[in-house]
């Protein structure tokens, strides 16, 4: 960002640098501002309204060391706005608009009871041998690592050669072509 020099004539310029020593004006003051209790926080130069606005304690949008926001509008606390919305209720005979929260819940009994998965009686016997050399095999690798760590290298070529040759059948057992009008999703 290019600064301007210090002899030409840029107003917005002047307008931030004096908008800037206003607020270190306002930050370093050892006086409260008029109008409110306040009082300095030791060694850190920040006031702090021991009250905030409306008696409450201070909130960080109680914050404007600029003064830009005015007077804040107060905002009301929960018992207040209940009285306020009793306050304000209609008659037994007026209709009133439904609201967003106005509608009852509709409680449906049937729970969900997924469906009962197919019988692996039923299974081709040599889809469950792939299936359990595509598992067993890094299993077998796992423990034999584990507990039989003089294993000779024709049982772990062995066990090798069982869990590629499962998982190549389960592969080539996969569906060759896709339904041009099944997008995927299950209902």
Do not use: C
């Amino acid at each position: 960002m290019n600064r301007p020099d210090s002899g030409s004539q840029d107003h917005g310029a002047n307008q931030d640098d004096a908008v800037w020593l206003d607020l270190v004006a306002r930050l370093e003051s050892d006086a409260p501002a008029a109008g409110t209790a306040a009082d300095t926080r030791p060694g850190t130069g920040l006031r702090h309204d021991a009250t905030g606005s409306g008696g409450r304690p201070p909130a960080f949008r109680d914050f404007d060391p600029l003064g830009l926001a005015g007077a804040a509008p107060a905002e009301l606390s929960a018992a207040e706005r209940q009285a306020s919305a009793g306050a304000a209720a209609p008659e037994a005979g007026q209709d009133v608009p439904a609201g967003p929260r106005d509608y009852e819940v509709d409680l449906d009994d049937g729970a969900f009871v997924p469906e009962e998965p197919p019988s692996l009686a039923g299974t081709d016997p040599l889809t469950m041998l792939a299936w359990l050399a595509a598992v067993g095999g890094p299993v077998a690798l796992l423990l034999s690592v584990m507990f039989w760590r003089s294993a000779p290298l024709l049982a772990i070529v062995g066990i090798v050669a069982v869990f590629v040759l499962g998982t190549v059948f389960l592969i080539m057992k996969l569906p060759q072509e896709k339904d041009e009008n099944d997008d995927g999703a299950r209902v």
